[in-house]
């Protein structure tokens, strides 16, 4: 079973930065993708940006391309999310997710695609 665990969330000014960080749990090696989420208050849960487990490849929604980078720490087995140039409309609660090599043949940019989930991270973006 994989346990995950965010941090980093906080209150930022618009134009500020904040790095999220997600521990990941034991049996690592089952992981095939990370994926980051997020969540605003009345709206669905949109994909942010992923990053594979052994490669390191990623992708992002557009709406965070050139400002967010994801990125892991296999020895540390912790994937982060770097927030720059934030927005008010980035205000969300964020959430890491793991897919395992199971589900490896899914795409990745949907919820439904990842077994595990973490508590969640708030972000908030002031104007």
């Known amino acids: 079973q994989v346990q995950l665990a965010e941090s980093g969330g906080g209150l930022v000014q618009a134009g500020g930065s904040l790095r999220l960080s997600c521990a990941v749990s034991?049996?690592?090696?089952?992981?095939?993708?990370m994926g980051w989420f997020r969540q605003a208050p009345g709206k669905e849960r949109e994909f942010v940006a992923f990053?594979?487990?052994?490669?390191?490849?990623?992708a992002y929604a557009d709406s965070v391309k050139g400002r967010f980078t994801i990125s892991r720490d296999t020895a540390k087995n912790t994937v982060f999310l770097q927030m720059n140039s934030l927005k008010p409309e980035d205000t969300a609660a964020y959430y890491c997710?793991?897919?395992?090599?199971?589900?490896?043949?899914?795409?990745?940019?949907?919820?439904?695609?990842?077994?595990?989930w973490g508590q969640g991270t708030q972000v908030t973006v002031s104007s």
């Open positions: 990053i594979m487990w052994s490669g390191g490849s990623t």
């Open positions: 034991e049996r690592t090696f089952i992981t095939y993708r």
């Open positions: 997710a793991a897919q395992l090599y199971s589900r490896s043949t899914r795409s990745g940019y949907r919820g439904p695609d990842y077994d595990y």
